[in-house]
Nanobody
């Protein structure tokens, strides 16, 4: 069974940067679409970004992060990254990575495996 482990969260000032990592085990990583979502207290889980499987690597971003965040993957390391620049206090949330065999998108439902999450806190 696949497992996803996120890392890289922390406390940063507004305008700063963080890079999140998500390492997968137990699957052919390159065959799966990888996504990042986030959830703030009292709010629904929100789509952040996703990157398609090997050979396509098509990226797609949520409107709130477009132009500031970049998703990438290293299939040799079974890892997907989320580079977050120009962070804002409203980016504060628990960030989750997830996988799907499908194309993936904004809806979290098709993603069948989730990590435990990593906290990102942006101070003003």
């Amino acid at each position: 069974q696949v497992q996803l482990v996120e890392s890289g969260g922390g406390l940063v000032q507004a305008g700063g940067s963080l890079r999140l990592s998500c390492t997968a085990s137990g699957r052919t990583f390159s065959s799966y679409t990888m996504g990042w979502f986030r959830q703030a207290p009292g709010k629904e889980r929100e789509f952040v970004a996703r990157i398609s499987r090997l050979g396509i690597n098509y990226t797609y971003y949520g409107d709130n992060v477009k132009g500031r965040f970049t998703i990438s993957r290293d299939n040799a390391k079974n890892t997907v990254y989320l580079q977050m620049n120009s962070l804002k206090p409203e980016d504060t949330a628990v960030y989750y990575c997830a996988t799907t065999l499908g194309l993936g998108g904004r809806d979290p439902a098709p993603y069948d495996t989730w990590g435990q999450g990593t906290q990102v806190t942006v101070s003003s």
